[in-house]
């Protein structure tokens, strides 16, 4: 398993752990902040596992899917929003290796029909680029949808440029 899985299903379980702690917790102002006090260590290390991935998704090399019709390829997208939202806000589902890749497919296929699926391999800070100029734009889902980890646009990053 890649070091970014790794540090996302690390990042993944203590986030769950933490916030079911907290959903069962009375909803106060100084519940919360005991809260916080408690857990400050496993807030920081939450934190830095984050910052960790931010830098790692905008280094690794991931495979996107695309549609392949005869005229055209275009990257899947899975919007975000809500239905009766005006605008259509949307991220891209990244994969780290080609299995996670072919359950995605599987699942678009189910979704969306028998189409043409292809796979292409692009860096993260690539693929935020290549979207940038949209505002309805989010981010990234690493491998969507049977991981539920969405790295914001803005997060991706590389703190030595």
């Known amino acids: 398993m890649s070091e ?4 996302i299903k690390k990042f993944m379980e203590l986030d769950d752990s933490l916030n079911e ?10 519940v919360y902040e ?9 807030i920081n290390e ?5 910052h960790e991935i931010e830098h790692m998704v905008f280094h690794e090399e ?3 899917v695309s549609n392949q019709t005869e ?11 809500e239905e009766d939202e005006e605008a259509e806000e949307f991220v891209i589902p990244v994969f780290t290796d ?12 189910e979704q969306f029909g028998d189409i043409e699926f292809t796979c292409d391999k ?3 800070n690539e693929i935020v680029a290549d979207h940038h100029e949209d505002d309805d734009f989010v981010g990234l889902a690493v491998n969507a949808p049977q991981w539920d980890f969405v790295i914001a646009t803005e997060d991706v990053h590389d703190c030595s440029d």
């Open 4 to 7: 970014l899985k790794d540090l």
């Open 21 to 30: 702690e907290l959903e069962s917790l009375e909803e106060s102002e100084e």
């Open 34 to 42: 005991q809260f916080e006090a408690d857990h400050a260590d496993e």
């Open 46 to 50: 939450l934190n830095e596992i984050y």
């Open 62 to 64: 991931f495979l996107i």
């Open 71 to 81: 005229d055209e390829k275009e990257v899947v997208a899975l919007i975000i929003s």
């Open 98 to 109: 080609e299995e996670e890749a072919n359950i995605a497919i599987e699942e678009f296929k």
């Open 122 to 124: 692009k860096a993260g």
